[in-house]
């Protein structure tokens, strides 16, 4: 842990596996852990039909990491979020931003 980048992240890659009739299944496979600062939270809410569901959103700094991607998921204390945009920090440190979206 390094100063304010004081919740650890998961980082998790996509798995392809077989499924014996030509296909396969797509399973998320932990590929490192990342110190990160959570910025701010937010929630989106989405009503489909008659079903309403919310959506947490955080951003996140993070030390410049050559291995994420918008391929990339993060697990953040349990549940599952997926990059909408990595941005370098504005102060020109060796950070990024990311904006992450809760995958329901």
């Known amino acids: 842990m390094i100063g304010r980048l004081n919740t650890k992240i998961t980082k998790l890659e996509a798995v392809r596996i077989a499924d014996g009739l030509g296909g396969h299944a797509i399973t998320w496979q932990p590929a490192g852990e990342i110190w990160a600062e959570i ?49 370098p920090a504005a102060d020109r440190q060796p950070f990024l931003v990311l904006e992450t979206e809760e995958i329901s």
């Open 39 to 87: 910025i701010w939270r937010r929630s989106r809410a989405d009503t489909t039909g008659l079903r309403n569901s919310h959506r947490r959103r955080n951003r996140l700094r993070i030390r410049a990491d050559d291995t994420i991607t918008f391929d990339t998921r993060l697990d953040i204390k349990g549940t599952d979020f997926t990059i909408r945009s990595i941005v």
